[in-house]
Structure formats: C-alpha cells, structure tokens
C-alpha cells in the first residue's frame, strides 16, 4: 500500500505486515506490525501479545462503555498477552487485576482506576 498525504511530497509504500507510526515530534516511520493481532477487534475479540499495559487500557477504552485509568509510574510498561471480548471491560479489569495484583476502584462516571496494592502493613 502507498500511504501519502494530501498535499505532501514524501510518501511511504508498505509491505504486507507494516505500518507507520507517528512519533510526538512528528517522525513517521515504518516499523513491523502484526495483521492479524491488529484486526482482531472486527472478530469481536482484542488479542494482545506482550502489549504494554498502558496501550492495551487505551484499546480496551476505544469499545467500552467504562474507562480505564491506570494510576503508577510503574505500570504503564508492563507487559499483557491474552484475548479479551470487546466491550467486555469488566473482565479485562479482572484479568490484568489478578495478573499484576491491583487494585480496581470503581468510581462515578463509568471511571475504572487501577493501581498497585499497597505493601502489607502499610
């Protein structure tokens, strides 16, 4: 596929299993990418392979009714794997609570926030 925009000289043709990605300073880049791991949603499942747990909130975020907040400079970067159906934030919530031992806290608004568990006795 040839991916240009409008009005804008440079363009980047992909290969099967590519995408580009837009940096905060504005750098696209074509990096390798995962078709099928990327489309899964239009089965009515998300799949998530070794996905930082901050990126896999923001997609589980775009179908459900509830939203995710994740709460700890310490969580963003870990890594989830599993099949999730859409729209099913609950579970999601319980699977990631169990897997790294968090706190989910229910809040007005359809608000969901995650953080670690304090340490016993603190």
Not at 25 to 39: F, I, L, Q, Y
Not at 74 to 101: C, I, N, Q
């Amino acid at each position: 596929v040839r991916v240009q925009q409008a009005g804008m000289a440079q363009a980047w043709t992909l290969d099967p299993n590519r995408k580009l990605v837009l940096s905060a300073r504005g750098v696209v880049s074509p990096v390798a990418a995962d078709a099928a791991r990327s489309t899964s949603w239009t089965t009515g499942r998300l799949s998530f392979r070794e996905t930082p747990l901050a990126e896999a909130i923001a997609e589980v975020n775009r179908y459900g009714m509830e939203r995710i907040v994740l709460q700890g400079d310490d969580l963003p970067a870990r890594l989830v794997s599993g099949y999730f159906d859409v729209g099913d934030t609950e579970a999601f919530v319980k699977g990631v609570a169990m897997l790294f031992d968090l706190d989910a806290t229910p809040a007005r608004g359809g608000v969901i926030t995650l953080r670690s568990r304090p340490a016993a006795g603190a």
